[in-house]
């Protein structure tokens, strides 16, 4: 018999990056305590503006149901639904996936097992991963390049970049040939379009760079827009990634009618819980489309769900990790994982794997708050 009696989050500080490179944003993070002495940890993607009320809706939904014995991801799951009545949207979405996150956490360490072990029998040893290079400043080509290479070095298998970031298309296309001088033809390279406004964009862009063999073409228009999607996958031959801003499954139930998609991105921190991505996987399986997570997250609790998630599930792509996020994680976090080869290896603790020293977390935070839950 246990009950969840404590909830506590903290939102992190944003600050620069220590190389400088770019601005790492506030991240949210979640600690479920039980009466038996368990704990789990969960994280929530964000947004600027929303980190408070992400957290008001992760400690209210915690509260409504501090009444259940025994809270399953899949009982957490069943409830959200109903309470939910199918009116999701990405910031519920966030608290959801931080909460089912953390009750996966203690399951593992009830069960005294890496969560990858309880998700499936048929985990794989490594994930292949993959490095976003993301700034919010505009960077150019010879930066980019220069830390293209940087990033190669730290062990990883590809390469993500955002060549329409204050480029115009032609602009676009050199530094896209560029960047595939850098890493050679073997060292998949992945677009990311950030949803340009106009499809012709995107269209325009994509004859240009197709010498280059870009591994995926991402969020070439808004993943709402199924139909362009469709045009734009039809058109290019290009590998089309899509996801990241979509919850629940039902807008993946129709992208896949639609024939819209080759790669699915949707985020570990926001589609809803590791139940809805588990789903996602299924139902792409079945029509011969793959899911790579998406992580604009900490490299620490949403990682290592990320990583477990794609170990359980060996015909996942690959995950994403943001370099630059690593040593600020480091602070509060300890090391639970190694990237080698264009590997990803966690190491075997129970549940997530993940340590947070809370002093040192609170250190780098901006809001903390917590609740002592009544179970009646
Ligand atoms: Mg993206």
Not at 40 to 58: D, Q, S, Y
Not at 279 to 295: A, G, Q, T, W
Not at 351 to 363: C, P, S
Request: aromatic letters at 10%; one cysteine or more; a negative charge.
């Amino acid at each position: 018999m246990s009950f969840l009696n404590k909830v506590e989050t903290w939102i992190s500080k944003s600050i620069p990056s220590d190389d400088g490179w770019s601005q790492i944003k506030p991240f949210i993070f979640l600690k479920l305590t039980t009466d038996g002495g368990y704990y789990g940890w969960g994280e929530a993607f964000t947004l600027p503006t929303r980190e408070k009320g992400i957290v008001e809706i992760v400690h209210n939904l915690v509260n409504s149901l501090s009444h259940i014995e025994n809270l399953t991801p899949d009982r957490f799951h069943k409830e959200v639904e109903v309470i939910a009545d199918g009116h999701r949207g990405i910031d519920f979405s966030a608290a959801t996936s931080a909460i089912e996150m953390s009750l996966w956490d203690i399951e593992g360490k009830k069960k005294k097992k890496p969560l990858y072990k309880i998700l499936s029998s048929k985990y794989r040893d490594k994930v292949p991963v993959y490095a976003t290079i993301w700034s919010e400043d505009f960077k150019n080509d010879e930066k980019l390049s220069s830390r293209c290479e940087e990033i190669l070095n730290q062990g990883y298998g590809g390469i993500k970049i955002y060549p329409l970031q204050k480029r115009t298309i032609d602009q676009a296309a050199i530094c896209v040939s560029k960047i595939r001088q850098t890493l050679g033809f073997n060292m998949p390279l992945m677009l990311d379009l950030a949803c340009p406004k106009d499809i012709n964009i995107s269209l325009k862009l994509a004859p240009l760079i197709e010498e280059f063999k870009p591994y995926w073409f991402e969020e070439p228009v808004d993943g709402e827009a199924t139909s362009a999607l469709k045009e734009i996958k039809n058109q290019t031959g290009l590998r089309i990634v899509t996801g990241e801003k979509q919850c629940g499954i039902n807008h993946f139930i129709e992208t896949l009618a639609a024939d819209a998609v080759d790669i699915f991105n949707p985020d570990i921190s926001s589609v809803g819980g590791i139940i809805d991505m588990i789903k996602i996987i299924e139902l792409s399986n079945k029509n011969n489309v793959r899911v790579s997570p998406h992580c604009w997250n900490s490299m620490s609790i949403a990682a290592s769900a990320m990583v477990h998630l794609c170990m359980s599930f060996p015909n996942t792509e690959m995950a994403e990790f943001f370099p630059e996020y690593i040593p600020y994680t480091l602070k509060f976090c300890n090391k639970n994982f190694e990237i080698n080869n264009g590997f990803i290896e966690l190491d075997n603790r129970e549940g997530l794997g993940v340590k947070i020293d809370t002093n040192l977390l609170m250190e780098n935070t901006s809001s903390y708050k917590f609740s002592i839950l009544d179970k009646n």
